[in-house]
């Protein structure tokens, strides 16, 4: 089993719709998760941080985390072309907390 | 605030040639990243600094590549000699300890021919 999973996608909604992300992780003791946006040809900007279980929201944006079941994922509302891009769930594991990656969900938001 | 600098950001090499990146971290950040993002993947860490200690360098194929950080500011990640499975996007990014939130440099896509 992968550390991070993600689904590659593509994953289309249109405009003005809720595009939601969702990610696995196999490390229990992972404590820190974070998203990430990675547009084409671009380094990664980060976009969301959550440390505890229960949702956080910013802006447009809310990450929801269940430790329990190991699950991570990202909402996002009113979704905008803008938005297009791939979104990269990671997460701080090991002793020396190395942030670990998933694969990316390729998301296109329709006009 | 001056985010992460990387150089060159493109470079196309022949293969068995040698190739190094440089990175110029946010002001401030004590620990500093290198990643290998291939085509398709997420990054994968190679290298990992607190100051210009190694934390972690489990995944760095160190038969041919380097890196150091020797000032505990700047870094440089070298490849000698590469072959054509390095061609890849390397990324620097760097957080204010070990554990916080990451910044990412623009990346250098590295082309082996």
């Known amino acids: 089993q992968k550390e991070v999973e993600q689904n590659s996608g593509p994953l289309s909604v249109p405009e003005g719709a809720i595009a939601s992300l969702n990610c696995t992780y196999s490390d229990r003791g992972s404590q820190s998760f974070f998203w990430y946006r990675q547009y084409s040809g671009k380094s990664p900007e980060l976009i969301m941080s959550i440390y505890s279980n229960g949702d956080k929201e910013d802006g447009r944006f809310t990450a929801q985390l269940n430790k329990a079941s190991q699950y991570v994922s990202l909402l996002i509302r009113d979704s905008q072309p803008s938005d297009s891009a791939t979104y990269l769930c990671?997460?701080?594991?090991?002793?020396?907390?190395?942030?670990?990656f998933g694969s990316g969900t390729q998301l296109t938001v329709l006009p | 605030e001056a985010g992460v600098a990387q150089s060159p950001r493109y470079k196309i090499i022949e293969k068995r040639q040698s190739v190094a990146f440089w990175c110029n971290p946010i002001s401030g950040h004590a620990t500093l990243y290198w990643y290998q993002q291939i085509l398709g993947q997420g990054p994968k860490l190679l290298i990992q600094?607190?100051?210009?200690?190694?934390?972690?360098d489990s995944q760095l194929p160190k038969d041919r590549f380097s890196a150091e950080r020797l000032k505990g500011v700047d870094s440089t990640l070298k490849i000698q000699p590469a072959k054509l499975e390095d061609s890849a996007v390397y990324l620097c990014?760097?957080?204010?300890?070990?554990?916080?939130?990451?910044?990412f440099g623009p990346g250098t896509r590295l082309t082996v021919t």
């Open positions: 600094f607190q100051n210009n200690g190694v934390v972690d």
């Open positions: 990671a997460l701080h594991s090991g002793s020396a907390r190395q942030l670990t």
């Open positions: 990014a760097s957080s204010f300890t070990t554990g916080d939130e990451q910044y």
